[in-house]
């Protein structure tokens, strides 16, 4: 099992950086892909980025590919999202998952086991 928290969401303006924290705690987090995901108001929620069991493999949704980047430290049972030039449309509560396998399941919300309480970024233009 693994519980995950979400932290280091905020109010920032376009073009500003932040970076996202998950903290896990179970024993299979090192034995875990993680993903992001995030939701807007009235919107599913969507794909933002995932990353293997190792750190050594990550896949990003296109509308954040160059600008957001996802890492991990097995060592601390940590993993970050580095977000950069952030725009209005990224808005949204951002969550962290956790499911057993690193593969094209990553990309559905419906295939992790483990989910945060999610942390909101809001973006002003």
């Known amino acids: 099992q693994v519980h995950l928290v979400e932290s280091g969401g905020g109010l920032v303006q376009a073009g500003d950086s932040l970076t996202l924290s998950c903290a896990a705690s179970g024993r299979t987090f090192s034995s875990s892909a993680i993903g992001w995901f995030r939701q807007a108001p009235a919107k599913e929620r969507e794909f933002v980025a995932a990353?293997?069991?190792?750190?050594?493999?990550?896949y990003y949704a296109l509308s954040v590919k160059g600008r957001f980047t996802i890492s991990r430290d097995n060592a601390k049972n940590m993993v970050y999202l580095e977000m950069n030039s952030l725009k209005p449309e990224d808005t949204a509560v951002y969550y962290c998952g956790a499911r057993a396998e690193y593969d094209p399941g990553f990309l559905q919300s419906k295939e992790y086991d483990y989910w945060g309480q999610g942390t909101q970024v809001t973006v002003s233009s």
């Open positions: 990353i293997s069991q190792s750190g050594g493999n990550s």
